[in-house]
């Protein structure tokens, strides 16, 4: 079996079919890379910058191409060895531009593409090809975005979720209130008796074995972002209430700012979503930056690299949980990683999600009791027919970014 070509798929689609969640986004792009061979088989993967800059990556792919076409695979050889080359290839090649960020970000759906054709060719589920599922089921939660108020609608939200199967759930720091952002304050004090007073109303209302998660959101903060002592009054506010992780509290370059804040609570602290390859995750390794670290595996360089990144912090008897906003591809390369890594706590699934998620995923995700079940269809279980790229055409600037003077966001 040859390569014969590398495409870059481009989509745009609704965000999701949560009625709560389009309160804060309408429309979302991804972009997916196939690897086409002189056979059947086609292999694809997602690159999570497609959510947010697609109209790059299809120059980066083009980059990579000639390093894999013409490449003959064998259904013998072992997949593991010859992806890693073919990663290393690339990898070497971007040296001077992709050891961390976009190139490796695009680089990750490329990779994903040959493990999903690796599976698809041995009739085996990636996972199997990572060594095997080493859970017979992961816990899962519905990541909700904002907090939706007044506080009988974010009830409303919370409901909605649970009456999805979800036995635990993730809402974002501050407030979403007839479309207008509040971030909950202006001092620590301000902020910590916010999302105190929040997350006390969600434990009553939900009672006390839902898991419950909140994000901070501080990469991104349209009002501003938390510096280290009001992350810890409010991780302070919530050592009461028994919550599950807390996300993002601070800016995603502050790993210093995360151990001092990891140190200063019981609360565990999540972060590195936005982290590409290994060398970004480092110092947050090195400083004990994270309870629990989130790599996304349409992110971090590639699927082998996330679950470097996952041993890594197994080492130091931390856990991982995995983060998923980019489309279907993205979601069922975190499901597979999930699994094989030893280490995940937790899965990020988003609830009642469109067609970006459900026509790409098809019936590969099975949630049972609220839990995740191993995948078991070849490869990543994805797919991009022709019907998919006819319903989602591509709409230029449909990327989502913080919008500032001068670009505002299509939504």
């Given at each position: 079996?040859?390569?014969?070509?590398?495409?870059?798929?481009?989509?745009?689609?609704?965000?999701?079919?949560?009625?709560?969640?389009?309160?804060?986004?309408?429309?979302?792009?991804?972009?997916?890379?196939?690897?086409?061979?002189?056979?059947?088989?086609?292999?694809?993967?997602?690159?999570?910058?497609?959510?947010?800059?697609?109209?790059?990556?299809?120059?980066?792919?083009?980059?990579?191409?000639?390093?894999?076409?013409?490449?003959?695979?064998?259904?013998?050889?072992?997949?593991?060895?010859?992806?890693?080359?073919?990663?290393?290839?690339?990898?070497?090649?971007?040296?001077?531009?992709?050891?961390?960020?976009?190139?490796a970000?695009?680089?990750?759906?490329?990779?994903?593409?040959?493990?999903?054709?690796a599976?698809?060719?041995?009739?085996k589920?990636?996972?199997?090809?990572?060594?095997?599922?080493r859970?017979?089921?992961?816990?899962?939660?519905?990541?909700?975005?904002?907090?939706?108020?007044?506080?009988?609608?974010?009830?409303?939200?919370?409901?909605?979720?649970?009456?999805?199967?979800?036995?635990?759930?993730?809402?974002?720091?501050?407030?979403?209130?007839?479309?207008?952002?509040?971030?909950?304050?202006?001092?620590?004090?301000?902020?910590?008796?916010?999302?105190?007073?929040?997350?006390?109303?969600?434990?009553?209302h939900?009672?006390?074995?839902?898991?419950?998660?909140?994000?901070g959101?501080?990469?991104?903060?349209?009002?501003?972002?938390?510096?280290?002592?009001?992350?810890?009054?409010?991780?302070?506010?919530?050592?009461?209430?028994?919550?599950?992780?807390?996300?993002?509290?601070?800016?995603?370059?502050?790993?210093?700012?995360?151990?001092?804040?990891?140190?200063?609570?019981?609360?565990?602290?999540a972060?590195?979503?936005?982290?590409?390859?290994?060398?970004?995750?480092l110092?947050?390794?090195?400083r004990?930056?994270?309870?629990?670290?989130?790599?996304?595996a349409?992110?971090?360089?590639?699927?082998?690299?996330?679950?470097?990144?996952?041993?890594?912090?197994?080492?130091?008897?931390?856990?991982?949980?995995?983060?998923?906003?980019?489309?279907?591809?993205?979601?069922?390369?975190?499901?597979?990683?999930?699994?094989?890594?030893?280490?995940?706590?937790?899965?990020?699934?988003?609830?009642?999600?469109?067609?970006?998620?459900?026509?790409?995923?098809?019936?590969?995700?099975?949630?049972?009791?609220?839990?995740?079940?191993?995948?078991?269809?070849?490869?990543?279980?994805?797919?991009?027919?022709?019907?998919?790229?006819?319903?989602?055409?591509?709409?230029?600037?449909?990327?989502?970014?913080?919008?500032?003077?001068?670009?505002?966001?299509?939504?």
């Amino acid at each position: 079996m040859k390569i014969t070509a590398l495409e870059t798929v481009l989509l745009t689609g609704p965000c999701t079919n949560d009625r709560f969640l389009r309160e804060a986004r309408g429309l979302r792009s991804a972009a997916f890379v196939r690897i086409l061979t002189d056979t059947e088989f086609v292999g694809i993967g997602e690159t999570y910058a497609g959510y947010f800059c697609p109209e790059v990556v299809p120059s980066i792919v083009e980059f990579f191409a000639p390093i894999l076409v013409g490449q003959r695979v064998g259904e013998d050889a072992d997949p593991a060895a010859w992806i890693g080359e073919m990663w290393r290839r690339m990898y070497h090649c971007g040296n001077f531009w992709c050891r961390v960020g976009l190139g490796a970000i695009v680089l990750t759906a490329v990779e994903a593409a040959l493990w999903d054709m690796a599976g698809k060719v041995r009739r085996k589920p990636v996972v199997d090809l990572l060594g095997g599922a080493r859970h017979k089921n992961l816990n899962c939660y519905a990541t909700g975005g904002p907090s939706n108020y007044p506080k009988a609608r974010l009830a409303e939200k919370v409901d909605y979720y649970l009456g999805l199967g979800f036995h635990g759930f993730k809402v974002g720091a501050g407030k979403l209130e007839a479309g207008k952002w509040d971030d909950g304050g202006t001092t620590p004090d301000e902020h910590a008796d916010f999302e105190g007073d929040k997350i006390a109303f969600l434990r009553k209302h939900c009672g006390p074995k839902v898991d419950i998660l909140i994000d901070g959101h501080m990469g991104n903060s349209p009002a501003g972002v938390w510096d280290v002592k009001t992350a810890i009054a409010v991780a302070k506010a919530l050592e009461p209430h028994n919550i599950f992780l807390l996300e993002e509290a601070l800016p995603y370059t502050d790993a210093a700012g995360y151990a001092e804040l990891a140190a200063a609570t019981s609360v565990p602290i999540a972060g590195g979503e936005c982290l590409s390859a290994m060398p970004e995750w480092l110092e947050y390794l090195r400083r004990d930056s994270y309870d629990i670290a989130q790599p996304d595996a349409s992110y971090v360089g590639g699927i082998a690299e996330f679950m470097r990144i996952a041993g890594e912090f197994q080492k130091r008897g931390k856990k991982i949980a995995t983060h998923a906003w980019g489309a279907g591809g993205s979601l069922m390369q975190n499901v597979h990683c999930g699994f094989a890594a030893a280490n995940t706590c937790i899965l990020e699934v988003p609830p009642d999600y469109a067609g970006l998620h459900s026509e790409v995923v098809g019936d590969s995700l099975v949630m049972r009791d609220g839990m995740i079940l191993p995948p078991t269809t070849p490869g990543l279980g994805i797919r991009i027919t022709d019907e998919i790229r006819r319903k989602f055409p591509f709409v230029p600037g449909s990327g989502e970014f913080n919008e500032v003077p001068g670009k505002v966001l299509l939504n």
